[in-house]
């Protein structure tokens, strides 16, 4: 059964960085949708990036230009690295892994999550 677990998390001020790791264990390789999601206290939450098997990554729009999403298949290590952090950023940090064998490689519109980390918590003050 595909795990993971998000490391990384902490308190910076607006306009710093931070770089999340997600350990994936459980499977030889990451052939499939990796993603972040995060849940801010009160709100819905929000997928904000996801890369695929294939090369294709999608951010949504509140993070484009400053959050970067990559993976070390060597390692089985999925990356977030947050750049020019605002207050709003903050949130609880999840990642999580479609690793369904019937999923296939791709981020489809409505990945199907099935695994999820523990959650990490990024707090960004002004």
């Known amino acids: 059964q595909v795990q993971l677990e998000e490391s990384g998390g902490g308190s910076v001020q607006a306009g710093g960085s931070l770089r999340l790791s997600c350990a994936v264990s459980?499977?030889?390789?990451?052939?499939?949708?990796l993603g972040w999601i995060r849940q801010a206290p009160g709100k819905e939450r929000e997928g904000v990036a996801s890369?695929?098997?294939?090369?294709?990554?999608r951010y949504a729009d509140s993070v484009k230009g400053r959050f970067t999403v990559s993976k070390d298949d060597a390692n089985n290590t999925l990356y977030l690295q947050m750049s020019s952090l605002k207050p709003e950023d903050t949130a609880v940090y999840y990642c999580?892994?479609?690793?369904?064998?019937?999923?296939?490689?791709?981020?489809?519109?409505?990945?199907?999550?099935?695994?999820w980390g523990q959650g990490t918590q990024v707090t960004v003050s002004s």
């Open positions: 999580a892994a479609d690793a369904s064998p019937t999923s296939g490689p791709y981020c489809w519109r409505f990945p199907d999550f099935g695994a």
């Open positions: 459980g499977v030889r390789y990451t052939r499939f949708c």
């Open positions: 890369i695929d098997a294939v090369g294709g990554i």
